[in-house]
Each structure stands twice: as structure tokens, then as C-alpha cells.
């Protein structure tokens, strides 16, 4: 059939064999006619042998699946073209040369003497009348008869290109927009990770319609958008499809009509709630009642109260039509629009138009076919002999009752528009792809807790990662291998973990119940192990020790084959330990009420304080500024910035969220964000306001953690719903350019256990990966 159609193009375009149909440019010459048929029937065993030689490299590559160009096959191989070798790209097939036909059929070269014409165009109208004709016509003209190809219809088995038992292309994209494969040559990935390349469409509308007629299924054949191929849609398929058409239920068993149950009664029972005889108050007189009548009563006598006048039954009517008063209210209103008006009837319309107002059969026709909005008229003029001949218009009483709509419900006065493109109001936002880089997809998963794992912390060269969790234990990650390395029970529920930052020393902090764990885990240089406990046992104790709000102890030599080195005991649950940027100092969040609920730890001379002396309200979290001596405190509805050395308040900033959950500081220092349990991230500029400068609500439940990383414009947020949202969050030095905060990226892959998702995140100081923790035990890396 494919060759068939190319034959009947070829034909009556008089297109060049062995080449593809030009564009819209100038149509090539057409080659002269032979002179001497004869010799070119002569030539006809020159060319069995060509024949038979096996595929062309055009059709090798639509074989293959590969495009083809069509320059280097017509061009570069001028004897492939002149032997009338083409492929069909539209239908992925291979078609065989006029001279591969001709010599099947026991007949000449590819020629046009008198046998070969007469062969052809018997077969054509044999099996395709329609493209004989369209052939005979192109041939018949005066001009030259051009040489064509001619595929010709073989007795082959129609199952030998059956694409039923191929494999099963599946696209694994997910809920993913399709627009963003727009600029890729695929359409998304299959079940073993392999392209799924875009079909070719090059097939032209005369393709497309005779497959439309060749093929008795093409009715029931839609393109899956998810792979771009065609699929035949089942019986069943149709079926539902049919039921969903026209109302009805999908499942066929379905039975919208049964019959209904009854189960109340309709008569009328009564229930007393108690058998307790009424009490005497309810049969004395109410003295606030009282008081309310005699006021109704005053009322009344003042005229206050205005007895309800009986309404009027009375129906009223509008005239739509009649004239407007230029004097009357409306009249007067320079906004005012009047009433429109229907144009006069016309020629058209007249029961006895002039000629050329009927139309003709032609016209009528079209008339009939066109869709009723595309209509110029809506009837059609017709001649009657006299007025009382013409029938009644059909429509008259629904357009009248229209108009009157029209008149009764219209606006009347005119509006103030705003002329506003809708695509200025669109932020221009950068693409995603520009942004790069930040983490895409999921790289490993440290499995090995046994329970949620509610914190996590990254060593400051990027190598280790210490993971605190619900099953009383701290693990110790290698995280390029994620391979656990040191498992240290501490003997209760891990509340968080804090990774020393200076590369000198080798220490994690660790929030037990009341207690601050102090751990060495001689992971990685050894050297920085033993300068570590070097610098901790070089403490010397004063004579006479202050008063302190915590104790310091040291840990006992089986403690210390463990890795814990020190021991910081308060009187309430710490909830969370946080450091300094340089290391020597700690902020922990005590779970108490009071002014004790903030305490900063010295580690050089082991040595607590209470920097505040009034509760500044239930603090959720802290942080040190990375820059200037600030200390920024997260209570449930405020974020407090206090001055450490002069102790004082400095700043207040109002998130406007009803419960702060978390808090992060950017690396310069100016900008601060902030994570609620009502699905709010909340980005503050400190030199702008204390307000927000803006709002983000990308997550649907409450938010665990948020995070900056220290050398990428990216920051990150983990919440209930099992998602970590990535944003791009560019900071410039010019003042008076805002900050770009722009979501880039959406990672999903924790499930949500006992309604919690994400408990953590924390980014790789050096490359622009993320971790996250959740309740489902895990811990993942992003990259």
C-alpha cells in the first residue's frame, strides 16, 4: 500500500524518483523523454543483478529506526538514485525500486515504452483504481512523461511486521509536564532506563488520509502522549469509553436504580429524654423578659419601632422597549448606555427579494454544511408569491425571548477596563536548566536505624555523616559508600546533632534527654583525633568553681573506649545543640519554662551561662549569626535577634506563621529563613524589614527542617508529606536589587510514617547534594 501511495504522488506531482518531495520551493525539471526505448528495455538485465544485492542504506536506516536525512542518499549516490531507490519514513516500511518491480513482473527497465505503461497502469487499476487515474491523467498531459516510482503490492504475509510481540515501552516519567521534553529528541524513559525516542511524523495529509481509508480500525486508534505512538483501542476500551459518553457508570454491573431501603419509620414516636418533673421557675415569670417587653413598649410609643406595612400583590411590568427620557435618572448619568437596538431588516429578509439576494444550489448547500455560528444568515432568503404565503419563522419566539434578556439583564453603563497583558503579570523567572547546579535525583540510602531518625549532621570536609535516631543510638556514615562505620549507643532518644565546624577538631555534640554528649569519633586523620583529645584534657579546673547552670563531668575510661570524652548535665530535656562558627562556643534549647530555657556553653574553659534574664516566650530553636556576634531566637510566633555584647534586642522579625518550627541563616548573613507547621517558609531580609519579604507555601503539611548551603545559592525544606523542596535563592551585593528565590526542584523518596515525613535535611559543605532523614528510618542523599 505505501508503495502504492508514493507511486500515486509520484505520478501526479511529477516528482524526481529517488529523491523526497521538494518544499515549497521551485519543482525540479523533469528529465527528457528517451529517445530510443529500445535501449532502455535493452538494459534490463544490467539491472536483476542490482536487484537482488539486498537493502539500501535509506532503508536500512528506517529499519534501524534512525532518521533519514535524504541528502546523502540523493546526492552523494547518484547511481542509487537514477535505479529509483526510496525509503518512506511516514510509514516505516521499505518500498522496492521501479526496477526491483518491473523485473518481478517479467518486464523491462525502468522505462515508458509502450509495455512497460500498459503493465503498470493495468495493475494500478486493478488494485487501485483511484491512483490509476490519477497516474493516466499526469501522462496523458502534452509535457513529457517524467520517471516515477512504482512499489508494487506483493502477495506478503500481513503479520510479518506485526509489532504485537515487540516490547513493552512504558514510560516511567511520572507526573511530569510533557512541555519539558519539548527540546529533547525524547519523550521520556522506559522500565530499563533507555530513551524513548520521539516517533517520526513526516507523513504529508494525503498519508494520512489513506491510512484514514485503508485502515478499518483507524476510528478507535489515539496517540499515547506518554511514548507518542499509536494505540488500538479494545472493545472493551470502546465500550467504556461509549458508557462514559453518554452518562452512564463505568462498571457494567453498576445499578444506579436499586431499589431503596426504608430504615427509619415515618410515624410519629415519642422519646422523653427524662421523666423529671418540670421545675418551679419555668411557671414564674421571667423578670429579664420583663424588662425586654417593657422596652418594645416604650419603643412603639415613641414611634421607634414601625409596624410591618402589608405588601403589595400587586405585579409590575417594564416596558423594554419604550424611548428613554434623556431627563430621567439614568438619562443624566454620563455612563450610561442606552438600550440597544435591532438593525432593520433588509433585502434578505423580504418575502419577495430581488434575484440576486436567493440563493443558488451551490450556496444552499454549503449553507446546510456550515456550523450554526459560521453562518452569515441565519435562514435562507425565499421567494413567496404573496405575504400571506410566508410561513411562520420557527425561531421567532426563542430569539424575542432572548432579546429580552438581553435588555432586562445587560449592564448599563460602561466599565473602566484596564488593558493588561496576562503575560506581564507572569514573573520572568529563569528556567531551572540555567540554575544549575543543585540535586536532581536520589543517589544512596543509609539504612541500618531501627526507628525515626530525627536528626543528622555533615563533618565540615564533607567526609563523615553522624545521624541521631529514636532506637537510643549515633551512627557514624562514610557517605560517599554509605556504609555505617561506629554505632554509639548513648542510652536514649536522640534529640539532635551538631558536627564541630572547625577541620581541627574532630568532635560531635550530641543531645540526649538532659545531657550533651561530647563524642570523639576518630574517624578520618589521626592526627586530628589526638589533637582533639589533646585540646580537651588540657583543661585545668580553677580553685574556687562558680556557680553554673549545668555541670560539666568527665567521661570514665569504659565511656571512653566508646568515643565520649565529656558529659554537660542540666536539669531539663535539651531539645537542641547548636555551634558557633568557630567552634568553642554551643547554644543549647532546654525544654522548660522561664529564662533558663537558652544556654551558651564555652568548651575552652568549660564554662555555662543564661544570657537571658526574661523568658523571651517557648523557644522552639536557635542560631549563632555566621558574621557578627548576634544570636537569633525562634519562639512560637516571633524570631528575636539579640547582641551579644552589648545584651541587648536588636531585632524583632514577625513571620506572621502560627507555630515556627525551624530556623536557618544565610552564609553572608542578611538573609534569614524560617519553616512553620502550617506549611509556610518564610524568607526574611534584615536590611529591608521585619517582615517577610516573601512567602512560600510549596509543601502541603507542616514543615520539619530547613537549611542553606554554605557555597551554593541553594536552600532547602523537608516536610511532613515525604518531599524535599530545593529553591534557588540567589543574594546579591547591589542593595537595590531583591533577592531570586526561585523552586527548582522537588525530591521525593522518604514514605511518611505515623504522619511524619522528613525530619531533617543538611547540604555537603562542598558540592550541591542534600541529605534528609524521616521517619521511615533512612537517611538519603540527593545529588
Same mark, same amino acid.
Given at each position: 500500500?505505501?508503495?502504492?501511495?508514493?507511486?500515486?504522488?509520484?505520478?501526479?506531482?511529477?516528482?524526481?524518483?529517488?529523491?523526497?518531495?521538494?518544499?515549497?520551493?521551485?519543482?525540479?525539471?523533469?528529465?527528457?523523454?528517451?529517445?530510443?526505448?529500445?535501449?532502455?528495455?535493452?538494459? $534490463?538485465?544490467?539491472?536483476?543483478?542490482?536487484?537482488?544485492?539486498?537493502?539500501?542504506?535509506?532503508?536500512?536506516?528506517?529499519?534501524?529506526?534512525?532518521?533519514?536525512?535524504?541528502?546523502?542518499?540523493?546526492?552523494?549516490?547518484?547511481?542509487?538514485?537514477?535505479?529509483?531507490?526510496?525509503?518512506?519514513?511516514?510509514?516505516?516500511?521499505?518500498?522496492?525500486?521501479?526496477?526491483?518491480?518491473?523485473?518481478?513482473?517479467?518486464?523491462?527497465?525502468?522505462?515508458?515504452?509502450?509495455?512497460?505503461?500498459?503493465?503498470?497502469?493495468?495493475?494500478?487499476?486493478?488494485?487501485?483504481?483511484?491512483?490509476?487515474?490519477?497516474?493516466?491523467?499526469?501522462?496523458?498531459?502534452?509535457?513529457?512523461?517524467?520517471?516515477?516510482?512504482?512499489?508494487?503490492?506483493?502477495?506478503?504475509?500481513?503479520?510479518?511486521?506485526?509489532?504485537?510481540?515487540?516490547?513493552?515501552?512504558?514510560?516511567?516519567?511520572?507526573?511530569?509536564?510533557?512541555?519539558?521534553?519539548?527540546?529533547?529528541?525524547?519523550?521520556?524513559?522506559?522500565?530499563?532506563?533507555?530513551?524513548?525516542?520521539?516517533?517520526?511524523?513526516?507523513?504529508?495529509?494525503?498519508?494520512?488520509?489513506?491510512?484514514?481509508?485503508?485502515?478499518?480500525?483507524?476510528?478507535?486508534?489515539?496517540?499515547?502522549?506518554?511514548?507518542?505512538?499509536?494505540?488500538?483501542?479494545?472493545?472493551?476500551?470502546?465500550?467504556?469509553?461509549?458508557?462514559?459518553?453518554?452518562?452512564?457508570?463505568?462498571?457494567?454491573?453498576?445499578?444506579?436504580?436499586?431499589?431503596?431501603?426504608?430504615?427509619?419509620?415515618?410515624?410519629?414516636?415519642?422519646?422523653?429524654?427524662?421523666?423529671?418533673?418540670?421545675?418551679?421557675?419555668?411557671?414564674?415569670?421571667?423578670?429579664?423578659?420583663?424588662?425586654?417587653?417593657?422596652?418594645?413598649?416604650?419603643?412603639?410609643?415613641?414611634?421607634?419601632?414601625?409596624?410591618?406595612?402589608?405588601?403589595?400583590?400587586?405585579?409590575?411590568?417594564?416596558?423594554?422597549?419604550?424611548?428613554?427620557?434623556?431627563?430621567?435618572?439614568?438619562?443624566?448619568?454620563?455612563?450610561?448606555?442606552?438600550?440597544?437596538?435591532?438593525?432593520?431588516?433588509?433585502?434578505?429578509?423580504?418575502?419577495?427579494?430581488?434575484?440576486?439576494?436567493?440563493?443558488?444550489?451551490?450556496?444552499?448547500?454549503?449553507?446546510?454544511?456550515?456550523?450554526?455560528?459560521?453562518?452569515?444568515?441565519?435562514?435562507?432568503?425565499?421567494?413567496?408569491?404573496?405575504?400571506?404565503?410566508?410561513?411562520?419563522?420557527?425561531?421567532?419566539?426563542?430569539?424575542?425571548?432572548?432579546?429580552?434578556?438581553?435588555?432586562?439583564?445587560?449592564?448599563?453603563?460602561?466599565?473602566?477596563?484596564?488593558?493588561?497583558?496576562?503575560?506581564?503579570?507572569?514573573?520572568?523567572?529563569?528556567?531551572?536548566?540555567?540554575?544549575?547546579?543543585?540535586?536532581?535525583?536520589?543517589?544512596?540510602?543509609?539504612? /541500618?536505624?531501627?526507628?525515626?531518625?530525627?536528626?543528622?549532621?555533615?563533618?565540615?570536609?564533607?567526609? %563523615?555523616?553522624?545521624?541521631?535516631?529514636?532506637?537510643?543510638?549515633?551512627?557514624? %556514615?562514610?557517605?560517599?559508600?554509605?556504609?555505617?562505620?561506629?554505632?554509639?549507643?548513648?542510652?536514649?532518644?536522640?534529640?539532635?546533632?551538631?558536627?564541630?565546624?572547625?577541620?581541627?577538631?574532630?568532635?560531635?555534640?550530641?543531645?540526649?534527654?538532659?545531657?550533651?554528649?561530647?563524642?570523639?569519633?576518630?574517624?578520618?586523620?589521626?592526627?586530628?583525633? /589526638?589533637?582533639?583529645?589533646?585540646?580537651?584534657?588540657?583543661?585545668?579546673?580553677?580553685?574556687?568553681?562558680? $556557680?553554673?547552670?549545668?555541670?560539666?563531668?568527665?567521661?570514665?575510661?569504659?565511656?571512653?573506649?566508646?568515643?565520649?570524652?565529656?558529659?554537660?548535665?542540666?536539669?531539663?530535656?535539651?531539645?537542641?545543640?547548636?555551634?558557633?562558627?568557630?567552634?568553642?562556643?554551643?547554644?543549647?534549647?532546654?525544654?522548660?519554662?522561664?529564662?533558663?530555657?537558652?544556654?551558651?556553653?564555652?568548651?575552652?574553659?568549660?564554662?555555662?551561662?543564661?544570657?537571658?534574664?526574661?523568658?523571651?516566650?517557648?523557644?522552639?530553636?536557635?542560631?549563632?549569626?555566621?558574621?557578627?556576634?548576634?544570636?537569633?531566637?525562634?519562639?512560637?510566633?516571633?524570631?528575636?535577634?539579640?547582641?551579644?555584647?552589648?545584651?541587648?534586642?536588636?531585632?524583632?522579625?514577625?513571620?506572621?506563621?502560627?507555630?515556627?518550627?525551624?530556623?536557618?541563616?544565610?552564609?553572608?548573613?542578611?538573609?534569614?529563613?524560617?519553616?512553620?507547621?502550617?506549611?509556610?517558609?518564610?524568607?526574611?531580609?534584615?536590611?529591608?524589614?521585619?517582615?517577610?519579604?516573601?512567602?512560600?507555601?510549596?509543601?502541603?503539611?507542616?514543615?520539619?527542617?530547613?537549611?542553606?548551603?554554605?557555597?551554593?545559592?541553594?536552600?532547602?525544606?523537608?516536610?511532613?508529606?515525604?518531599?524535599?523542596?530545593?529553591?534557588?535563592?540567589?543574594?546579591?551585593?547591589?542593595?537595590?536589587?531583591?533577592?531570586?528565590?526561585?523552586?527548582?526542584?522537588?525530591?521525593?523518596?522518604?514514605?511518611?510514617?505515623?504522619?511524619?515525613?522528613?525530619?531533617?535535611?543538611?547540604?555537603?559543605?562542598?558540592?550541591?547534594?542534600?541529605?534528609?532523614?524521616?521517619?521511615?528510618?533512612?537517611?538519603?542523599?540527593?545529588?
Amino acid at each position: 500500500m505505501a508503495g502504492a501511495r508514493d507511486a500515486g504522488r509520484a505520478a501526479a506531482t511529477g516528482a524526481r524518483p529517488g529523491k523526497r518531495r521538494p518544499g515549497p520551493g521551485p519543482e525540479p525539471e523533469p528529465e527528457p523523454e528517451p529517445q530510443e526505448s529500445s535501449l532502455a528495455c535493452a538494459a $534490463a538485465p544490467s539491472l536483476r543483478d542490482d536487484g537482488d544485492s539486498g537493502l539500501s542504506e535509506s532503508e536500512e536506516s528506517v529499519f534501524s529506526g534512525l532518521e533519514d536525512s535524504g541528502s546523502e542518499s540523493s546526492e552523494d549516490d547518484p547511481a542509487e538514485g537514477e535505479d529509483g531507490v526510496s525509503s518512506d519514513e511516514g510509514h516505516g516500511g521499505t518500498e522496492k525500486t521501479t526496477g526491483q518491480q518491473v523485473q518481478e513482473r517479467g518486464l523491462c527497465s525502468p522505462c515508458f515504452c509502450e509495455a512497460c505503461l500498459s503493465s503498470i497502469e493495468n495493475t494500478q487499476s486493478t488494485k487501485f483504481p483511484s491512483l490509476s487515474r490519477l497516474g493516466g491523467r499526469a501522462l496523458q498531459a502534452g509535457s513529457p512523461p517524467p520517471r516515477t516510482e512504482v512499489a508494487s503490492v506483493q502477495g506478503q504475509d500481513e503479520y510479518a511486521e506485526d509489532s504485537s510481540d515487540e516490547e513493552d515501552i512504558r514510560n516511567t516519567v511520572g507526573n511530569v509536564p510533557l512541555a519539558w521534553y519539548d527540546d529533547f529528541p525524547h519523550v521520556g524513559y522506559d522500565l530499563d532506563g533507555r530513551r524513548i525516542y520521539k516517533p517520526l511524523r513526516t507523513r504529508d495529509e494525503l498519508d494520512q488520509f489513506l491510512d484514514k481509508m485503508d485502515d478499518p480500525d483507524y476510528w478507535r486508534t489515539v496517540r499515547d502522549r506518554m511514548t507518542g505512538h499509536d494505540v488500538r483501542l479494545t472493545d472493551e476500551q470502546v465500550a467504556l469509553v461509549r458508557r462514559l459518553q453518554s452518562g452512564q457508570f463505568g462498571d457494567r454491573s453498576c445499578d444506579p436504580y436499586e431499589p431503596a431501603v426504608d430504615f427509619f419509620s415515618g410515624d410519629l414516636m415519642l422519646h422523653p429524654v427524662t421523666n423529671r418533673p418540670a421545675d418551679k421557675r419555668s411557671f414564674i415569670p421571667s423578670l429579664v423578659e420583663k424588662e425586654k417587653v417593657s422596652r418594645m413598649v416604650h419603643a412603639i410609643k415613641m414611634g421607634w419601632i414601625q409596624p410591618r406595612r402589608p405588601r403589595d400583590h400587586t405585579p409590575s411590568f417594564y416596558d423594554l422597549w419604550a424611548q428613554e427620557d434623556p431627563d430621567a435618572v439614568l438619562g443624566r448619568h454620563k455612563m450610561h448606555v442606552p438600550a440597544p437596538k435591532l438593525a432593520l431588516p433588509g433585502h434578505a429578509e423580504s418575502y419577495n427579494p430581488p434575484p440576486e439576494y436567493l440563493p443558488s444550489e451551490e450556496e444552499r448547500l454549503v449553507w446546510e454544511q456550515q456550523e450554526p455560528g459560521e453562518r452569515k444568515l441565519d435562514f435562507l432568503p425565499r421567494k413567496f408569491p404573496s405575504l400571506r404565503a410566508v410561513p411562520a419563522y420557527g425561531r421567532f419566539i426563542q430569539e424575542r425571548f432572548e432579546r429580552c434578556l438581553d435588555l432586562y439583564l445587560c449592564p448599563r453603563q460602561r466599565k473602566m477596563r484596564v488593558n493588561v497583558d496576562p503575560e506581564d503579570l507572569i514573573p520572568k523567572l529563569p528556567r531551572p536548566r540555567d540554575l544549575q547546579p543543585f540535586p536532581t535525583c536520589q543517589a544512596l540510602v543509609y539504612r /541500618g536505624h531501627s526507628n525515626l531518625v530525627r536528626c543528622l549532621s555533615v563533618s565540615p570536609d564533607g567526609q %563523615w555523616l553522624a545521624s541521631g535516631s529514636d532506637d537510643g543510638s549515633v551512627r557514624l %556514615w562514610e557517605v560517599a559508600t554509605a556504609r555505617c562505620m561506629r554505632t554509639v549507643p548513648v542510652g536514649g532518644v536522640v534529640k539532635s546533632v551538631a558536627w564541630n565546624p572547625r577541620p581541627a577538631v574532630c568532635l560531635v555534640a550530641v543531645a540526649v534527654e538532659d545531657s550533651v554528649l561530647l563524642l570523639n569519633p576518630a574517624l578520618g586523620d589521626r592526627l586530628v583525633a /589526638g589533637s582533639t583529645d589533646q585540646l580537651l584534657s588540657a583543661f585545668v579546673p580553677p580553685e574556687e568553681p562558680a $556557680a553554673q547552670p549545668a555541670r560539666w563531668l568527665e567521661a570514665s575510661e569504659e565511656e571512653r573506649q566508646g568515643g565520649l570524652r565529656l558529659r554537660i548535665c542540666h536539669e531539663k530535656p535539651v531539645t537542641q545543640v547548636t555551634w558557633h562558627g568557630r567552634g568553642d562556643y554551643m547554644a543549647v534549647v532546654l525544654a522548660a519554662a522561664g529564662h533558663t530555657q537558652v544556654l551558651i556553653h564555652q568548651l575552652s574553659r568549660r564554662r555555662s551561662q543564661s544570657p537571658f534574664r526574661r523568658s523571651p516566650g517557648r523557644v522552639q530553636c536557635v542560631a549563632f549569626h555566621p558574621l557578627r556576634p548576634f544570636l537569633l531566637v525562634a519562639s512560637q510566633r516571633a524570631v528575636r535577634l539579640y547582641h551579644l555584647l552589648r545584651q541587648e534586642l536588636t531585632k524583632k522579625l514577625r513571620p506572621n506563621c502560627k507555630w515556627v518550627s525551624s530556623l536557618a541563616v544565610h552564609p553572608a548573613g542578611d538573609n534569614v529563613i524560617c519553616g512553620s507547621y502550617d506549611s509556610k517558609l518564610v524568607w526574611f531580609d534584615l536590611d529591608l524589614s521585619c517582615e517577610p519579604y516573601r512567602v512560600l507555601r510549596h509543601h502541603k503539611k507542616a514543615l520539619r527542617a530547613v537549611a542553606f548551603h554554605t557555597r551554593y545559592p541553594l536552600f532547602a525544606s523537608g516536610s511532613d508529606d515525604g518531599s524535599v523542596t530545593v529553591c534557588h535563592g540567589m543574594v546579591y551585593n547591589d542593595l537595590l536589587q531583591n533577592p531570586l528565590l526561585v523552586p527548582v526542584k522537588v525530591l521525593r523518596g522518604h514514605v511518611p510514617t505515623r504522619d511524619l515525613g522528613v525530619l531533617d535535611v543538611a547540604f555537603h559543605p562542598t558540592q550541591p547534594w542534600v541529605f534528609s532523614s524521616g521517619a521511615d528510618g533512612t537517611i538519603r542523599l540527593f545529588s
